[in-house]
């Protein structure tokens, strides 16, 4: 499966911003999916995942309560709407599909990725 994230950008402390990640191919509600970031100078890490159905999610500690993953599975996309945004969040944000379908946080799980989209956060 092929992935294309965007929708990121330049937001404010305390704003909203959606990402989105479209993917390939007629068999995308097999795959979990996943989100995953990497802010400048630091580890990749992860943010969040949603089964192949849409009906599990788990967060990072970090992100819960403040970001929604959905699916939309007709489309072929992952959303990751993100509020209450906080300079910390600024970071390249990359989505990844794994074939286990269920959720997971870990990374190496996940086969495929897509390109990243940056999301900067100005206090």
């Known amino acids: 499966v092929q992935l294309q994230a965007f929708g990121g950008g330049l937001v404010q402390a305390g704003g909203s911003l959606r990402l989105s990640c479209a993917g390939s191919?007629?068999?995308?509600?097999?795959?979990?999916m996943g989100w995953f970031r990497q802010a400048p100078g630091k580890e990749r890490e992860f943010a969040a995942t949603?089964?192949?159905?849409?009906?599990?999610?788990y967060y990072a500690s970090s992100v819960k309560g403040r970001f929604t993953i959905s699916r939309d599975n007709a489309k072929n996309t992952v959303y990751l709407q993100m509020t209450s945004l906080k300079p910390e969040d600024t970071a390249v944000y990359y989505c990844?599909?794994?074939?286990?379908?269920?959720?997971?946080?870990?990374?190496?799980?996940?086969?495929?990725w897509g390109q990243g989209t940056l999301v900067t956060v100005s206090s």
């Open positions: 990844a599909a794994s074939a286990s379908g269920v959720v997971t946080m870990k990374a190496d799980v996940y086969a495929y």
């Open positions: 949603i089964s192949g159905s849409g009906g599990s999610t």
């Open positions: 191919g007629r068999t995308f509600s097999r795959y979990a």
